[in-house]
């Protein structure tokens, strides 16, 4: 799988932006889970983008996660569960976050 080529379609370096705040320099693609909508990967800050689906009361959520290795980030989009490979070895592997402002991308 090619991190580019799956992580980075076309454009591969647009801005990522909720509101007034920039969050990545990596185009978000889709995913197939009930927990995430879709992920973005920037390879030069090694910084995860995740958009989270809303549920019942809950909106939909951004976050970000600093120092994420490209093949974790891979590896997240190529899961057959994206929400089991999260919580497994992005949550649980004390990656740096925060969630942004404004929701939806």
């Given at each position: ?17 909720t509101g007034d ?83 939806a991308p």
């Amino acid at each position: 799988m090619s991190i580019s080529a799956d992580l980075h379609p076309t454009p591969p370096r647009a801005a990522i932006e909720t509101g007034d705040e920039t969050i990545a320099t990596a185009a978000l693609i889709p995913v197939t889970s009930s927990q995430i909508a879709a992920v973005g990967y920037d390879p030069i800050a090694c910084q995860l983008v995740i958009r989270f689906r809303g549920s019942g009361r809950r909106p939909e959520a951004v976050y970000s996660y600093a120092g994420v290795p490209a093949e974790v980030a891979a590896g997240l989009v190529a899961a057959a569960s994206p929400g089991i490979y999260f919580n497994r070895h992005i949550r649980q592997g004390g990656y740096p976050f925060w969630r942004h402002q404004g929701g939806a991308p």
